[in-house]
């Protein structure tokens, strides 16, 4: 019996030792890993401060008509502030009148994930509140028999493309946008139109399949906005366009399409399976989206912005509209997790993606507006038995062809 346990006592002493030794490794591993992010910062920073780097950073944080106050000062560091690090620190060090104890230094140590709840908190919204909510539920919302749309017909695309794609003719549009005509087809009485940043850089072969197929092709200049906010939202998506951020130059795009035209708007890798039973929700409600749900291996919900129905001017798509606009030019005034996104594609989820719309639809939201319960409208692909019997309107494929840290050739 002694024996046993003191055999016992040595494996267990043995197991911690072990574990303790590997623990060591990883965070001297970790160590080494963030010593040498913070020199390649610093080096970065300083060739930036030395060559005519400075003056590319100065120019795509600062407004057009440049920094001349702290407030601009402050504004341009923020924007760089944790997605670009190496701008953030030299624009730190040029100004250190206006920056210096009056902002965190840019080599942080804060770094915010996809699924950290944490983020919720900081826009005033208790998760737990949240996931009780949406998730107590997996019926279907109600219909209310009506023959009148409150969402008017129209399904919207957006595709921004390039001036480079256009000239070398890397215009992947048929592949990234698989679903575009199979959604037309089964909405025939639907105006069905494709937005995008410049008309003259769709090619003469997308133009002609899309006139084959009446679906109108229009700008987003065209967009009738009035409200000086939208008008920088538009432009900047533009801009980010420009510099292949397709996530954030799309997500704007749609969030004024859907604001100013109403309708459905549907990604291009998403397919509508039941136009029929989504005519019955367009006719009951001003607005309703789908939730995506992450249960099954994370603690985790959102409401997803692939597929979007809404009404003109809606209250939700208006506050996604004024979080697009605090997240990305007035993001001195955004939260922690906005400005300490861990890498682009966080960025892109954080500021202008599905995070953005799940805040905005829990703090606007009322009984004309509804959501879609997991798998009707979203379903992972690990969740076929989840979902087997439930009623499915529409799937996307998730291709991800936003992602930034991909080039478009490679998605598929």
């Known amino acids: 019996m002694i024996k046993r346990i003191f055999k016992l006592f040595l494996f267990c002493t043995w197991t911690i030792i072990i574990s303790v030794f590997f623990f060591l490794i990883y965070l001297g591993f970790y160590s080494y890993q963030n010593l040498l992010l913070i020199k390649k910062r610093t080096a970065d920073a300083n060739l930036i401060l030395t060559g005519n780097k400075i003056t590319n ?12 106050t702290q407030k601009n000062w402050e504004d341009a560091y923020y924007k760089m502030f944790g997605t670009k690090t190496s701008c953030a620190v030299a624009i730190y060090k040029t100004k250190p009148e206006y920056l ?7 080599r942080h140590k804060k770094c915010y994930k ?26 279907l919302p109600k219909v209310i028999k009506s023959e009148i749309f409150r969402i008017p017909p129209k399904l919207n695309f ?4 390039s001036e480079k794609e256009f000239k070398t003719k890397k215009n992947h549009f048929f592949k990234i946008n698989a679903y575009i005509f199979h959604n037309t087809k089964i909405t025939p009485h639907w105006e069905h139109t494709l937005w995008t940043n410049n008309i003259d850089w769709i090619t003469p072969l997308v133009k002609k399949k899309l006139e084959a197929k009446n679906i109108q092709l229009r700008s987003i200049d065209e967009l009738d906005i009035k409200n000086l906010k939208d008008e920088a939202l538009k432009s900047l998506s533009k801009t980010y366009a420009k510099q292949h ?10 969030d004024l399409v859907e604001y100013y035209e109403g309708g459905v708007y549907v990604d291009g890798d998403y397919k509508i399976l039941k136009p ?38 809606g209250k ?18 955004a939260p922690d997790y906005i ?66 840290c991909l080039p478009r050739e490679l998605i598929y």
């Open 114 to 139: 996809r699924f950290n709840q944490n983020f919720f908190q900081q826009e005033g919204i208790n998760y737990k509140d949240l996931k009780s909510k949406y998730l107590s539920s997996t019926k």
């Open 100 to 106: 210096k104890n009056k902002v965190p230094y840019p």
């Open 316 to 333: 939700v798509l208006r506050k996604k509209l004024d979080l697009d606009y605090r997240n990305t030019i007035d993001i001195v005034n």
């Open 339 to 404: 400005k300490y996104p861990c890498n682009i594609t966080q960025e892109t989820l954080f500021k202008t993606g599905p995070i953005a719309l799940t805040v905005a639809f829990d703090l606007k939201k009322d009984n004309s507006d509804t959501l879609i319960p997991y798998c009707s409208l979203f379903a992972m692909p690990n969740s076929y038995f989840t979902c087997f019997n439930k009623q499915k309107f529409g799937k996307h494929a998730f291709h991800g062809s936003w992602a930034s």
């Open 245 to 254: 951020s397709w996530g954030l130059a799309s997500d704007i795009a749609r």
């Open 276 to 313: 029929t039973e989504l005519e019955n929700y367009m006719k009951s409600y001003k607005s309703f989206f789908g939730i995506n749900d992450f249960n099954n291996d994370q603690d985790f919900f959102e409401i997803i912005n692939a597929f979007m129905a809404s009404e003109q001017r």
């Open 57 to 68: 950073c100065i120019n795509e944080a600062c407004p057009i008509n440049g920094c001349t």
């Open 158 to 161: 957006v595709w921004f493309t």
